[in-house]
């Protein structure tokens, strides 16, 4: 898929979109009842997607406003097909558009902390950071087992 300007807009609920994503990516997300979870979550968070000519969602991001200052990128993906074409840039650029716009003051993810091996996720953090996300915290909020790494992005006004 070639490289081309992805207009990312904030969508209705699709968990049907969601699963089918998931399921391009079993590297990243290989666990059922986190999948089942996420596709739950489609079908009340606020979600934001990138489609292509045809109207198919490439990628998908749901968002959590836990506080008036801040918001939580809970879910980004994108069709393994579509990695690497802006899909994901494009959506996170339209959230913090959105969350600047409502008077957010902070961004937050949750990922694969960097004390677990895995190559996919170290890439994920890498994309998070090229973004403006900082790592804050690793913590054994997933277990022992899967260390989650909490970063932040601030946003200024």
Same mark, same amino acid.
């Given at each position: 898929?070639?490289?081309?300007?992805?207009?990312?807009?904030?969508?209705?609920?699709?968990?049907?979109?969601?699963?089918?994503?998931?399921?391009?990516?079993?590297?990243?997300?290989? +666990?059922?009842?986190?999948?089942? =979870?996420?596709? /739950?979550?489609?079908?009340? !968070?606020?979600?934001? #997607?990138?489609?292509?000519?045809?109207?198919?969602?490439?990628?998908?991001?749901?968002?959590?406003?836990?506080?008036?200052?801040?918001?939580?990128?809970?879910?980004?993906?994108?069709?393994?097909?579509?990695?690497?074409?802006?899909?994901?840039?494009?959506?996170? +650029?339209?959230?913090?558009?959105? =969350?600047?716009? /409502?008077?957010?003051?902070? !961004?937050?993810?949750? #990922?694969?902390?960097?004390?677990?091996?895995?190559?996919?996720?170290?890439?994920?953090?890498?994309?998070?950071?090229?973004?403006?996300?900082?790592?804050?915290?690793?913590?054994?909020?997933?277990?022992?087992?899967?260390?989650?790494?909490?970063?932040?992005?601030?946003?200024?006004?």
């Amino acid at each position: 898929m070639e490289h081309e300007k992805w207009q990312a807009n904030r969508d209705r609920n699709c968990p049907e979109d969601a699963a089918r994503l998931l399921a391009t990516v079993p590297e990243w997300f290989g +666990q059922p009842d986190s999948n089942a =979870a996420y596709i /739950r979550d489609a079908q009340t !968070l606020d979600t934001w #997607t990138v489609r292509n000519e045809r109207g198919e969602v490439l990628g998908l991001t749901l968002v959590s406003h836990h506080f008036q200052h801040v918001s939580e990128v809970h879910l980004t993906v994108v069709s393994k097909n579509a990695h690497g074409c802006g899909i994901g840039t494009a959506m996170l +650029q339209a959230i913090e558009v959105d =969350a600047r716009h /409502r008077g957010v003051k902070l !961004l937050e993810v949750k #990922t694969l902390g960097p004390s677990h091996p895995d190559r996919g996720y170290a890439q994920t953090r890498r994309f998070y950071k090229k973004f403006g996300f900082l790592p804050l915290e690793e913590t054994d909020l997933w277990g022992a087992e899967t260390p989650c790494l909490i970063m932040v992005k601030p946003l200024t006004s």
